[in-house]
């Protein structure tokens, strides 16, 4: 059972180039998740998918865009990196939908990427 | 603004012993409050939640409990062992807005020497 699967593990960028981090998850979950984490800030939201078809802003959603491929599938997108985008990146899924939600989420290994 | 705060400062305990970890949280009305563990390299694990009508939660070693009086949780871990050390995450599920989002604190680095 593989759950949330995020490639690539490792990247390295120069600056101004893009390139798109891939998230898959094969538990059948309705809401998809991509979030930074950093020393000191925790993990904050990037951009989230509550449903295929639907993606919303999160709290640092600057210099990304996601794409809700379909159920299984949620890609974030450096379209011009920066140094600043230097980050672990996670992808994370969760099942529930609606007022009563748990949303406790499933992430993956992670992403680390360097901008130089 | 709405803020989660957890002590930002490594906790060392001796093996054996109960470690209680902290998160406070402000400008929030939570539905649920969850705890995660995060191994060094990996993504984070969900552990434990406790929803704002709950006073505590109890799943084997594992302890928390939430005070909306205080806007507090509190998380423990009872006999630690070695393989307790990682760094623990609270996150809060907001009551009003949307379900879809959780809020995540810094997380707090937990070491347990022998």
């Known amino acids: 059972n593989a759950g949330v699967t995020q490639t690539p593990k490792f990247q390295v960028l120069k600056t101004g180039q893009s390139m798109t981090l891939q998230c898959a998850q094969d538990?059948?979950?309705?809401?998809m998740y991509w979030y930074r984490q950093d020393p000191g800030m925790g993990l904050r939201l990037i951009y989230y998918?509550?449903?295929?078809?639907?993606?919303d802003k999160g709290e640092v959603p600057n210099g990304y865009n996601v794409s809700r491929l379909n159920k299984r599938e949620f890609s974030l997108r450096l379209e011009s990196a920066a140094p600043s985008q230097t980050s672990v990146y996670f992808c994370?899924?969760?099942?529930?939908?609606?007022?009563?939600?748990?949303?406790?989420?499933?992430f993956g290994a992670g992403t680390r990427l360097s901008v130089l | 603004s709405q803020k989660i705060e957890q002590n930002s400062e490594a906790l060392n305990i001796q093996e054996g012993k109960t470690a209680t970890l902290t998160c406070n949280y402000t400008?929030?009305?939570?539905?649920?409050l969850q705890w995660y563990r995060q191994d060094p390299g990996r993504g984070p694990v969900f552990l434990l939640l406790?929803?704002?009508?709950?006073k505590e939660k109890r799943k084997e070693r594992l302890k928390v409990t939430f005070d909306t009086t205080l806007k507090q949780s509190l998380f423990h871990i009872t006999a630690s062992q070695p393989a307790d050390s990682a760094t623990y995450l609270c996150?809060?599920?907001?009551?009003?807005?949307?379900?879809?989002?959780?809020?995540f604190g810094t997380g707090t680095r937990l070491q347990v020497t022998l």
């Open positions: 994370a899924s969760s099942g529930t939908r609606g007022p009563g939600a748990k949303n406790i989420q499933y």
């Open positions: 538990m059948n979950h309705n809401s």
């Open positions: 998918s509550a449903s295929e078809g639907t993606t």
């Open positions: 400008n929030y009305s939570p539905a649920y």
């Open positions: 406790i929803r704002e009508n709950e």
């Open positions: 996150a809060l599920r907001p009551l009003e807005g949307t379900a879809s989002k959780l809020t």
